[in-house]
T-cell receptor
Framework: GIQVEQSPPDLILQEGANSTLRCNFS?????LQWFHQNPWGQLINLFY???GTKQNGRLSATTVATERYSLLYISSSQTTDSGVYFC?????????????FGKGTHLIIQP | GAGVSQSPSNKVTEKGKDVELRCDPI?????LYWYRQSLGQGLEFLIY????????KSGLPSDRFSAERTGGSVSTLTIQRTQQEDSAVYLC?????????????FGNGTRLTVT
Protein backbone atom coordinates (compact mmCIF):
# COMPACT_ATOMS: atom_id res chain seq x y z
CA GLY A 1 0.00 0.00 0.00
CA ILE A 2 0.86 3.65 -0.24
CA GLN A 3 3.11 5.15 2.44
CA VAL A 4 2.23 8.51 3.96
CA GLU A 5 4.76 10.68 5.76
CA GLN A 6 3.91 13.85 7.61
CA SER A 7 6.22 16.56 8.84
CA PRO A 8 7.04 17.97 11.23
CA PRO A 9 5.89 15.41 13.82
CA ASP A 10 5.58 18.11 16.47
CA LEU A 11 5.18 21.87 16.27
CA ILE A 12 4.86 24.44 19.05
CA LEU A 13 3.89 27.99 18.10
CA GLN A 14 2.71 31.16 19.72
CA GLU A 15 -0.79 32.40 19.08
CA GLY A 16 -0.90 34.49 15.91
CA ALA A 17 1.88 32.63 14.12
CA ASN A 18 1.51 30.97 10.72
CA SER A 19 2.43 27.36 10.01
CA THR A 20 2.83 24.92 7.14
CA LEU A 21 2.28 21.19 7.56
CA ARG A 22 3.48 18.78 4.91
CA CYS A 23 2.22 15.40 3.71
CA ASN A 24 4.26 13.26 1.31
CA PHE A 25 2.92 10.10 -0.25
CA SER A 26 4.72 7.32 -2.06
CA UNK A 27 2.57 6.83 -5.15
CA UNK A 28 -0.03 8.49 -7.32
CA UNK A 29 -3.37 9.18 -5.66
CA UNK A 30 -6.65 10.56 -6.86
CA UNK A 31 -7.77 11.69 -3.45
CA LEU A 32 -6.34 13.21 -0.31
CA GLN A 33 -8.05 14.36 2.86
CA TRP A 34 -6.85 16.45 5.81
CA PHE A 35 -8.27 15.95 9.29
CA HIS A 36 -7.93 17.72 12.62
CA GLN A 37 -8.16 15.71 15.84
CA ASN A 38 -8.85 18.03 18.75
CA PRO A 39 -7.54 17.41 22.27
CA TRP A 40 -10.80 15.60 23.11
CA GLY A 41 -10.19 13.09 20.33
CA GLN A 42 -12.81 14.26 17.88
CA LEU A 43 -11.76 13.97 14.23
CA ILE A 44 -12.97 16.67 11.87
CA ASN A 45 -12.61 16.57 8.11
CA LEU A 46 -10.90 19.79 7.01
CA PHE A 47 -10.37 19.31 3.31
CA TYR A 48 -11.11 16.83 0.56
CA UNK A 49 -8.44 17.89 -1.89
CA UNK A 50 -7.27 15.51 -4.64
CA UNK A 51 -5.51 18.38 -6.41
CA GLY A 52 -5.30 22.13 -6.51
CA THR A 53 -5.90 24.57 -3.70
CA LYS A 54 -8.81 25.11 -1.34
CA GLN A 55 -9.35 27.67 1.39
CA ASN A 56 -11.61 27.67 4.41
CA GLY A 57 -11.18 30.70 6.63
CA ARG A 58 -7.69 30.72 8.13
CA LEU A 59 -6.93 27.30 6.73
CA SER A 60 -5.93 26.42 3.21
CA ALA A 61 -4.55 23.32 1.53
CA THR A 62 -2.68 22.62 -1.67
CA THR A 63 -2.13 19.22 -3.25
CA VAL A 64 0.39 18.72 -6.05
CA ALA A 65 -0.51 15.19 -7.06
CA THR A 66 2.19 14.92 -9.74
CA GLU A 67 4.87 15.63 -7.13
CA ARG A 68 3.18 13.52 -4.45
CA TYR A 69 2.73 16.04 -1.68
CA SER A 70 0.15 18.19 0.00
CA LEU A 71 0.51 21.22 2.26
CA LEU A 72 -1.82 22.52 4.94
CA TYR A 73 -1.46 26.19 5.86
CA ILE A 74 -2.73 27.65 9.10
CA SER A 75 -2.62 31.42 9.38
CA SER A 76 -2.99 33.55 12.51
CA SER A 77 -3.03 30.46 14.74
CA GLN A 78 -5.42 30.30 17.68
CA THR A 79 -5.25 28.04 20.73
CA THR A 80 -8.25 26.14 19.37
CA ASP A 81 -6.09 25.04 16.43
CA SER A 82 -4.14 22.80 18.82
CA GLY A 83 -4.38 19.08 18.21
CA VAL A 84 -3.14 16.52 15.71
CA TYR A 85 -3.41 17.05 11.97
CA PHE A 86 -3.62 13.96 9.80
CA CYS A 87 -3.53 13.54 6.07
CA UNK A 88 -4.96 10.42 4.45
CA UNK A 89 -4.87 8.88 0.99
CA UNK A 90 -6.49 5.79 -0.52
CA UNK A 91 -4.78 2.54 0.39
CA UNK A 92 -3.99 1.60 -3.16
CA UNK A 93 -4.14 5.10 -4.61
CA UNK A 94 -7.20 4.46 -6.68
CA UNK A 95 -9.89 5.40 -4.22
CA UNK A 96 -12.08 2.31 -4.29
CA UNK A 97 -10.95 1.32 -0.82
CA UNK A 98 -10.27 2.77 2.60
CA UNK A 99 -7.94 5.59 3.52
CA UNK A 100 -4.52 5.12 5.04
CA PHE A 101 -3.44 7.81 7.47
CA GLY A 102 -0.10 9.41 8.19
CA LYS A 103 1.21 9.52 11.76
CA GLY A 104 0.12 13.14 12.09
CA THR A 105 1.59 16.48 13.11
CA HIS A 106 1.00 17.35 16.75
CA LEU A 107 0.43 21.12 16.91
CA ILE A 108 0.42 23.09 20.14
CA ILE A 109 -0.57 26.76 20.02
CA GLN A 110 0.47 28.62 23.15
CA PRO A 111 -1.37 31.76 24.29
CA GLY B 1 -28.92 11.48 11.97
CA ALA B 2 -26.86 14.65 11.99
CA GLY B 3 -23.56 12.85 12.40
CA VAL B 4 -21.96 9.46 12.87
CA SER B 5 -23.11 7.99 16.16
CA GLN B 6 -21.14 5.39 18.11
CA SER B 7 -22.07 3.49 21.22
CA PRO B 8 -21.09 2.93 23.89
CA SER B 9 -18.77 5.91 24.28
CA ASN B 10 -16.78 4.01 26.89
CA LYS B 11 -16.50 0.31 27.59
CA VAL B 12 -14.52 -1.41 30.31
CA THR B 13 -14.37 -5.17 30.07
CA GLU B 14 -12.46 -8.04 31.60
CA LYS B 15 -9.90 -9.95 29.61
CA GLY B 16 -11.52 -12.87 27.83
CA LYS B 17 -14.98 -11.33 27.52
CA ASP B 18 -16.65 -10.50 24.19
CA VAL B 19 -17.60 -6.92 23.33
CA GLU B 20 -19.83 -5.39 20.70
CA LEU B 21 -19.35 -1.86 19.38
CA ARG B 22 -22.04 -0.11 17.37
CA CYS B 23 -21.86 2.50 14.64
CA ASP B 24 -24.78 4.39 13.12
CA PRO B 25 -23.58 6.26 10.01
CA ILE B 26 -24.89 9.46 8.53
CA UNK B 27 -28.16 8.79 6.77
CA UNK B 28 -27.62 8.08 3.08
CA UNK B 29 -23.93 7.29 3.40
CA UNK B 30 -23.17 4.05 1.59
CA UNK B 31 -19.59 3.55 2.74
CA LEU B 32 -18.63 2.79 6.34
CA TYR B 33 -15.19 2.34 7.90
CA TRP B 34 -13.80 1.09 11.19
CA TYR B 35 -10.45 2.35 12.49
CA ARG B 36 -8.55 1.79 15.72
CA GLN B 37 -6.40 4.36 17.48
CA SER B 38 -4.13 3.34 20.33
CA LEU B 39 -3.02 5.96 22.84
CA GLY B 40 -0.95 8.65 21.15
CA GLN B 41 -0.86 6.76 17.87
CA GLY B 42 -2.23 7.24 14.40
CA LEU B 43 -5.25 5.53 12.89
CA GLU B 44 -5.12 1.85 12.00
CA PHE B 45 -7.57 0.75 9.30
CA LEU B 46 -9.67 -2.28 10.29
CA ILE B 47 -12.46 -2.83 7.79
CA TYR B 48 -14.53 -1.07 5.17
CA UNK B 49 -18.11 -1.67 4.02
CA UNK B 50 -19.74 -0.64 0.78
CA UNK B 51 -23.43 -1.21 1.41
CA UNK B 52 -23.63 -4.46 3.37
CA UNK B 53 -20.57 -6.07 1.86
CA UNK B 54 -17.00 -5.80 3.07
CA UNK B 55 -14.64 -5.95 0.08
CA UNK B 56 -11.60 -5.35 2.27
CA LYS B 57 -11.16 -7.27 5.54
CA SER B 58 -7.38 -7.20 5.44
CA GLY B 59 -7.04 -4.80 8.32
CA LEU B 60 -8.71 -6.96 10.96
CA PRO B 61 -5.90 -7.81 13.43
CA SER B 62 -6.99 -11.37 14.15
CA ASP B 63 -9.87 -13.81 13.79
CA ARG B 64 -11.20 -12.58 17.13
CA PHE B 65 -12.37 -9.48 15.28
CA SER B 66 -15.45 -9.49 13.07
CA ALA B 67 -17.83 -6.89 11.73
CA GLU B 68 -21.15 -6.82 10.00
CA ARG B 69 -23.44 -4.25 8.51
CA THR B 70 -27.13 -4.79 7.98
CA GLY B 71 -29.63 -2.87 5.92
CA GLY B 72 -26.84 -0.73 4.52
CA SER B 73 -26.86 1.26 7.73
CA VAL B 74 -25.85 0.24 11.25
CA SER B 75 -22.61 -1.66 11.70
CA THR B 76 -21.38 -3.76 14.61
CA LEU B 77 -17.74 -4.54 15.38
CA THR B 78 -17.36 -7.59 17.61
CA ILE B 79 -14.22 -8.52 19.49
CA GLN B 80 -14.22 -12.01 21.00
CA ARG B 81 -12.08 -13.10 23.94
CA THR B 82 -10.71 -9.60 24.43
CA GLN B 83 -7.04 -9.12 25.24
CA GLN B 84 -5.33 -6.18 26.92
CA GLU B 85 -3.73 -5.16 23.63
CA ASP B 86 -7.23 -4.59 22.24
CA SER B 87 -7.52 -1.51 24.48
CA ALA B 88 -7.87 1.50 22.17
CA VAL B 89 -10.35 3.97 20.78
CA TYR B 90 -12.43 2.40 18.01
CA LEU B 91 -13.53 4.97 15.46
CA CYS B 92 -16.22 4.64 12.86
CA UNK B 93 -16.52 6.84 9.79
CA UNK B 94 -18.91 7.07 6.88
CA UNK B 95 -18.85 8.68 3.46
CA UNK B 96 -21.44 9.37 0.84
CA UNK B 97 -19.89 7.36 -1.96
CA UNK B 98 -17.77 4.30 -2.43
CA UNK B 99 -14.24 4.15 -1.20
CA UNK B 100 -12.36 7.37 -0.75
CA UNK B 101 -14.12 9.45 -3.37
CA UNK B 102 -15.92 11.64 -0.87
CA UNK B 103 -15.10 13.15 2.51
CA UNK B 104 -14.98 10.89 5.54
CA UNK B 105 -16.98 11.88 8.62
CA PHE B 106 -15.99 10.33 11.93
CA GLY B 107 -17.95 9.49 15.04
CA ASN B 108 -16.62 10.30 18.50
CA GLY B 109 -15.36 6.77 19.01
CA THR B 110 -15.70 4.04 21.62
CA ARG B 111 -12.93 3.94 24.19
CA LEU B 112 -12.35 0.28 25.03
CA THR B 113 -10.40 -0.68 28.11
CA VAL B 114 -9.60 -4.34 28.72
CA THR B 115 -8.56 -5.05 32.31
Amino acid sequence: GIQVEQSPPDLILQEGANSTLRCNFSDSVNNLQWFHQNPWGQLINLFYIPSGTKQNGRLSATTVATERYSLLYISSSQTTDSGVYFCAVPYSGGGADGLTFGKGTHLIIQP
Amino acid sequence: GAGVSQSPSNKVTEKGKDVELRCDPISGHTALYWYRQSLGQGLEFLIYFQGNSAPDKSGLPSDRFSAERTGGSVSTLTIQRTQQEDSAVYLCASSLRQGAFSPLHFGNGTRLTVT
